[in-house]
């Protein structure tokens, strides 16, 4: 097997001729049609697969919560005056899987069919899966074979990085964990002084190896003639520029930058396809990812570029390089990028939130009956999983995303302060309380915490936690006061006021709090403390 060490730097780009980008590499493992993990078919989806997606593991739930977010971003498209009084309504799925939510989506519209609510909407709906695989096309017929065969379903060859649309579209297009499968290019920042290089993958006797390629050498097309930067990727590199100086200057270096060369088009072909000329729509994108900070952070609890296989393990990529088409390769979504992308398309992005906001959108008198209870907590949990929502700036959600303004740069780059709490940090090690593969959110849920997690969770999504250097004048020590005040009662909050009197350590508010409350208090505060640290949404000074 590879190993992190089959790996070398050239200085000329004679040493790569051949060696195709790490995107180029990426789209072979995963859609050749002779090798592809997609393509063949070799991908399993499910239980018994080589991973689950929550649609597999809530096909019931996640059916009822996708169908009622579509009615609601209908409902919002209407009020804009974007919908036509009459004719056909489309919800859009791209990159489906086996088309087990598309499925669940359409039971759960059969099922609601004749509520009040959706009386406008049931009767003019149709169900399209756009599927560039031809292997899980076929998968989605069998899946679907019902709904398709009454005329409910439609299945459609749609790329979705290429994503084109003939004729009319008034509905909502749907992607569940789909960004994450398209192929990254891989640009490697190994110490301040270093080139950024290009990551190429090349072929010898003993198997694939990554080379590293400075950047100043110039981009190389396929043949390996050097020529200027994608304009997107040169924007990209812009606006990551001082995460990677920030970075560098709290020797938290090496880092990776990863950029998807199909994001671009396919958020130009979302905004061609949700606004303009007999056309208007919602797009409502879920997956896991972060902002740029984070698919930068190279103390995060996972890699950012992961494989998963047939023993269901999350493992860095380069374990594959053996096996290429056998795994799924997989990256966190950069969604400080994919927001940057829709507003100079002219979109509003109308929902940036945790998937778990898709709960909100089914009635609360029936939310009770969403099974299983268990699952659904974990799925309001997950680490890391985001929900996304792109359409015309005038359209509001206000059940699935009350009024927060977009402000992308402000979520790109962390306080200085909190670099140089985050610098004090050791990579986390996985302990039996966390399961492989990070859900800490979820974990907590489980051991009966979700409350405390929660209510820190809203003080920490204020807008001023990512910011841009130099801006913000609180001390991290005072971070993690605002978060654990926020979710206990008095008199501890008296006391951690007295705390926060005077400047305080980690260590010194321990010892003004613990005393102040039970042990059982004390626990759960300070599991949450740990559980915060890993998943990288708080980075309070280190305790000894």
């Not at 088409?325 to 400080?336: A, E, H, K, M, P």
């Not at 359409?391 to 206000?398: C, I, N, Q, S």
């Not at 090690?429 to 907590?444: K, N, R, S, Y």
Request: proline share 9%; net charge negative.
């Amino acid at each position: 097997m590879l190993g992190p060490d089959r790996r070398r730097r050239v200085d000329g780009t004679d040493a790569v001729a051949g060696a195709p980008g790490f995107a180029a590499f990426m789209e072979w493992c995963l859609h050749d049609p002779a090798q592809g993990y997609y393509a063949t078919g070799a991908v399993a989806l499910g239980r018994d697969g080589h991973f689950d997606t929550w649609p597999e593991r809530l096909p019931a739930a996640m059916g009822r919560m996708v169908a009622e977010a579509a009615r609601e971003a209908l409902e919002a498209l209407d009020r804009a005056g974007h919908l036509p009084a009459e004719g056909p309504l489309t919800l859009l799925e791209l990159g489906a899987g086996r088309g087990t939510l598309a499925k669940a989506v359409l039971d759960a519209l059969a099922a609601s069919r004749d509520a009040p609510r959706w009386r406008p909407w049931a009767h003019r709906l149709r169900l399209v899966v756009g599927e560039h695989s031809p292997a899980l096309r076929a998968l989605q017929a069998t899946t679907l074979a019902a709904h398709l065969e009454a005329g409910r379903a439609e299945l459609r060859a749609i790329d979705a990085r290429t994503l084109t649309w003939e004729g009319p579209f008034h509905g909502v297009v749907i992607a569940n964990e789909l960004l994450d499968t398209f192929p990254v290019e891989r640009l490697r920042l190994d110490a301040p002084r270093a080139p950024l290089c290009r990551v190429h993958m090349a072929e010898g006797a003993q198997g694939w190896e990554e080379v590293d390629l400075p950047l100043a050498l110039g981009w190389l097309d396929p043949d390996g003639r050097p020529g200027a930067l994608p304009p997107d990727l040169s924007d990209h590199l812009d606006a990551v520029r001082p995460l990677l100086q920030d970075l560098a200057a709290q020797a938290l270096l090496p880092a990776e930058v990863l950029w998807a060369p199909g994001m671009a088009p396919f958020v130009d072909g979302l905004a061609a396809l949700l606004q303009g000329p007999d056309r208007a729509g919602v797009a409502l994108l879920v997956d896991y990812g972060g902002t740029s900070r984070h698919v930068l952070d190279p103390l995060s609890r996972d890699v950012h570029l992961r494989a998963f296989g047939p023993d269901r393990r999350a493992r860095p990529a380069w374990h594959t390089w053996h096996a290429p088409g056998r795994f799924d390769l997989t990256w966190d979504v950069d969604w400080t990028h994919v927001g940057r992308l829709a507003t100079a398309a002219g979109l509003g992005v109308l929902v940036h939130d945790h998937q778990g906001a898709l709960v909100r959108a089914v009635p609360e008198a029936e939310r009770a009956r969403l099974e299983p209870r268990d699952l659904l907590g974990r799925f309001q949990h997950a680490a890391g999983f985001r929900l996304f929502g792109l359409g015309p700036p005038d359209v509001h959600l206000p059940t699935l995303g009350p009024p927060r303004p977009w402000d992308g740069p402000a979520l790109d780059t962390l306080h200085p302060d909190a670099l140089r709490a985050l610098a004090t940090l050791p990579p986390p090690a996985p302990t039996d309380a966390l399961h492989v593969g990070g859900e800490p959110l979820a974990d907590l849920w489980d051991d009966g915490q979700a409350g405390a997690w929660e209510a820190a969770e809203r003080a920490l999504r204020s807008r001023d936690w990512l910011t841009p250097p130099g801006t913000l004048p609180w001390r991290t020590a005072d971070r993690w006061a605002l978060a654990v005040r926020a979710q206990v009662p008095e008199p501890l909050r008296s006391v951690l006021a007295e705390a926060l009197a005077r400047p305080a350590t980690l260590d010194e508010l321990e010892a003004h709090v613990r005393p102040a409350v039970d042990a059982a208090t004390w626990a759960a505060v300070d599991a949450w403390i740990a559980a915060a640290v890993e998943c990288g949404d708080l980075i309070p000074a280190r305790r000894a």
